[in-house]
């Protein structure tokens, strides 16, 4: 008797796993479809692509829909890519530069109104995207002594136009703080009281115990800076006017026309637009999954 309970347990578990399985497959292929036939269209013809009922293969695998997208518009995508890169990498790097004393304050220094710092900086998480779009331009536009201007903003462009005119507003991420903050409280205190006993500066216990103890969240956070930097569109297309500072998202307007829009090269455009980001990604996934976990530990 005991044995048929144990056989129909351990029958349920694993129809109950399977069952679980099957969900899984199926809404994991449900996410790659799109991405899937983004690449797959990225190799057909114009023709091909207005077929109904489409083909879910191309005809005749176009790869020189990459190189036309690549060589386009007159600046070439290549400037996009290169634009991209700077904005991406350089505002990453400052934002942990900025992020890290910022969440190191907060976590380890006693000091009058340290709590209402943090709930204001938590509380611009809660603050729409967009509604900081018009402020933050009209700031860039008239800082003084910027691209022309005078001491009280007039006269010239400020930060408009300009690799600085993007990247500012987000430097100071709250998200990144926030993360950073959990991450020093989850170090153990015994650390920061043996390191105080020995007379370690407050500077080398943050580079020398701190950082390499949360490096996963110092990952985590890059990671996440990167791709929010690399996947923006609204800000940069309004900041800027010139194609050759502009970078891949708002280059894939192009690709949009009111003639029609050449899918094609778009999807091959939007392809090695994602790929990076994919491979970095599946670089660093290890570090990005340790990191968020690790952020819950302590609060």
């Known amino acids: ?104 304050a907060i976590s380890h220094f006693a000091f009058k109104g340290r709590g209402v710092i943090f709930m204001l900086v938590v509380a611009t998480m809660m603050i729409p995207y967009d509604i900081t779009l018009v402020p933050n331009f009209v700031t860039l536009r008239h800082i003084p002594f910027a691209g022309g201007n005078d001491w009280a903003g007039a006269g010239g462009k400020g930060f408009y136009d300009s690799y600085m005119g993007i990247l500012l507003p987000y430097l100071a991420d709250a998200f990144s703080i926030f993360l950073l903050r959990q991450a020093f409280l989850s170090v153990p205190k015994d650390y920061w009281e043996a390191s105080q006993v020995d007379g370690m500066s407050s500077f080398r216990y943050l580079y020398s115990v701190l950082i390499p103890l949360s490096a996963s969240s110092l990952v985590t956070a890059g990671l996440l800076g990167f791709i929010g930097k690399w996947n923006a569109v609204s800000w940069p297309l309004i900041i800027t006017s010139t194609e050759a500072i502009r970078p891949l998202q708002v280059g894939l307007l192009y690709f949009v026309s009111e003639n029609g829009s050449r899918y094609h090269e778009l999807m091959a455009a939007a392809t090695f637009t994602v790929l990076p980001i994919v491979l970095l990604y599946f670089a660093a996934q290890r570090w990005f999954h340790s990191g968020i976990a690790a952020s819950g530990i302590k609060g």
């Open 1 to 104: 008797m005991n044995a048929e309970r144990f056989n129909f347990s351990q029958l349920s578990s694993r129809f109950l796993w399977g069952i679980v399985t099957v969900i899984v497959l199926l809404l994991a292929a449900l996410v790659l479809f799109p991405f899937l036939w983004m690449l797959l269209t990225s190799f057909k013809t114009a023709d091909e692509i207005n077929l109904m009922p489409p083909d879910f293969f191309p005809h005749a695998w176009m790869v020189k829909n990459y190189a036309e997208a690549w060589m386009k518009p007159e600046s070439t995508f290549a400037r996009y890519f290169w634009n991209t890169i700077v904005v991406a990498g350089l505002g990453t790097a400052l934002q942990l530069i900025i992020c890290v004393p910022i969440a190191y």
